[in-house]
């Protein structure tokens, strides 16, 4: 028998196989099960616009029993009282569980959202093994402090700080980069000692439901670590029952709202990632072959369905032109596709609502009178499937909807200025401030442009850099919180204060 790696396309054929034969179940209290309701629904496979398999529809009877599991799981010795070593210990095995399937877990995250499977290999499954390993070094660093506390009375008081799990913890994401964002959470959530109710998106539930699987291989007691599948409603329960302590949200801007007003009821914690508007801003003595190459990359990666995509391009009127049409050649190279096709460095959109969506903004900005350069259309030759073509958009206008509004497509709305103060002004004008791009080889430009944009995260001559070290997270309407690094343990715990008497 050779050893040879299988092909992606080998790979998708057995899973589609296996997957199809069965109903994928609901995740609770380390069991998959279906709906109470028995309702399902499809998830389809966005280069094909094929349905891969049904899965369970969780409702609010199906969220109550998960978060009741996830309570018990809470209060359980077994993980309660578990050792940090032994916690970390479980979160590194669960890295090397993800590790073990990387090629299959690439491969389906490839069918379910349509991402080519090498990127998605590196960027979504590596990513999360990252991620687990980076939050499984936490549960044996992460504590409190001794203060120095001065009571009027004179008394001698010892002060301290723990800090403990903040509780169940609803983890709500969207399509996007479904696996990466479920790690985001899963792993500070669980470092931290709390047990999670994961809602993954409609559209691409189906690694949610296998990080779960592999959880419980790993170590991960029953209840900790719960998957409820569905819609809106679903979420929408879940923000709404007395049970759930925190919940953590990436989506929309409009739904993060929602779920700000729902949450009043037991006044959870909340943290939201939301929608994001990227300026990138181009001086005329920047580095146009890389920043024309990055500009492209942030813009199209992953079809422009990325929260931190540099949408608006903001180039200095005098390598306006020069930029654009290097921006132009990069989009021209990147291959259309079935991603699982290893040449492939550009596949769907997620859905007929999505390509709808990109499309209708297309036409908004022609009517508003911006021009299409390139794009615009679904790719000629590809029928089926949800493909849209890398399009830029010039002579876009300050107030247009395209510069304005979040298309989440491969969408770059371009602009040129003349005047710094201006460029500041119109770059910060936006609802959104979750991250921005600067091209410039002046170092005091550098540092004044990355003090002067308000988004959470400044990128200076790179773009879409993320790591678990590092905090991520907006400004504005682009959210609440941050996530990585000590702030996502932060967000999983809570501080108790504890003064002893010693006099
Ligand atoms: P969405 O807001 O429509 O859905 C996200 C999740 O929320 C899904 O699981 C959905 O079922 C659930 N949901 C829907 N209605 C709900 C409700 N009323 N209560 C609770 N949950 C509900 O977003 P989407 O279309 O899946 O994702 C795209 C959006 O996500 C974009 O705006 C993008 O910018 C944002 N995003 C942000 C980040 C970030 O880190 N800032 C990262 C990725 C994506």
Redesign the pocket.
């Known amino acids: 028998m050779s050893n040879a790696p299988q092909s992606a396309f080998a790979i998708a054929e057995q899973l589609e196989s296996r997957l199809s034969q069965a109903t994928r179940g609901l995740i609770i209290n380390g069991k998959s099960v279906p709906a109470l309701s028995g309702k399902t629904f499809p998830t389809e496979n966005p280069a094909t616009g094929k349905v891969i398999c049904q899965v369970a529809e969780g409702g609010a009877a199906d969220v109550d029993a998960a978060v009741k599991a996830a309570r018990a799981a809470l209060e359980n010795p077994a993980w309660r009282d578990m050792s940090a070593v032994d916690r970390s210990k479980i979160l590194n095995r669960l890295a090397d569980l993800i590790e073990a399937e990387a090629d299959e877990l690439a491969v389906l995250e490839c069918i379910d959202n349509g991402k080519p499977a090498t990127l998605t290999k590196v960027v979504e499954i590596e990513g999360s093994i990252k991620t687990f390993r980076y939050f499984a070094g936490w549960p044996t660093k992460f504590g409190g402090e001794t203060l120095p506390v001065s009571p009027r009375s004179g008394a001698k008081i010892l002060n301290y700080t723990v800090r403990e799990p903040v509780g169940v913890c609803a983890l ?6 479904p696996m990466s ?1 479920a790690a ?1 959470k899963v792993a500070p959530a669980l470092a931290a000692g709390c047990t999670v109710i994961l ?5 691409t539930p189906l690694t949610a439901l296998r990080l779960a699987e592999l959880a419980l291989e790993a170590g991960v007691p029953a209840g900790v670590f719960n998957v409820v599948t ?7 329960a ?2 709404d029952h007395p049970g759930v302590d925190k ?1 953590a ?8 709202k ?2 700000v007003r ?1 949450a009043t009821g037991n006044l959870k914690k909340v943290s ?5 508007k990227s300026p990138q801003i181009v001086l005329p003595d920047a580095d146009l072959d890389a920043a024309a190459a990055s500009i492209a990359a942030g813009i199209f990666f992953n079809q422009g ?4 995509a540099g949408s608006r391009l903001y180039a200095h009127a005098s390598i306006h032109d020069e930029l654009l049409a290097r921006i132009a050649d990069h989009a021209s190279r990147l291959t259309i596709g079935n991603g699982l096709d290893p040449a492939i460095t550009f596949g769907p959109l997620v859905s007929q609502e ?1 390509w709808d969506r990109v499309s209708s903004y297309v036409q908004i900005g022609k009517d508003e009178g911006a021009e299409v350069m390139i794009g615009g259309n679904r790719p000629s030759g590809l029928n089926e499937g949800f493909f849209f073509e890398p399009t830029i958009m010039k002579n876009a206008g300050r107030n247009m909807r395209i510069v304005q509004e ?1 298309i ?1 497509g491969p969408v770059l709305s371009a602009l040129s200025w003349t005047d710094t103060a201006d460029l500041v002004a119109q770059a910060n004008d936006s609802d959104f401030g ?1 991250s921005a791009g600067i091209w410039t080889n002046d170092v005091r430009q550098a540092h004044r442009l990355a003090g002067a944009v308000k988004a959470g995260t400044v990128w200076v001559n790179c773009f879409n850099l993320v790591d678990n070290a590092t905090p ?3 400004f504005k309407q ?2 609440w919180g941050r ?1 990585h690094g000590r702030n996502a343990m932060e967000m999983y715990s809570e501080v108790k204060s504890i003064w002893i008497n010693l006099s």
């Open positions: 709500i994401v969207p399509w996007n980069y964002m985001w809602k993954p998106a409609e559209q569905g819609f809106g409603e679903a979420g929408a879940l923000v919940v949200f990436t989506g929309s801007t409009e739904v993060g929602a779920i729902a939201l990632e939301l929608g994001g369905q990325t929260c931190t999505q979040e989440f979750l991520f997270g907006g682009s959210g996530e």
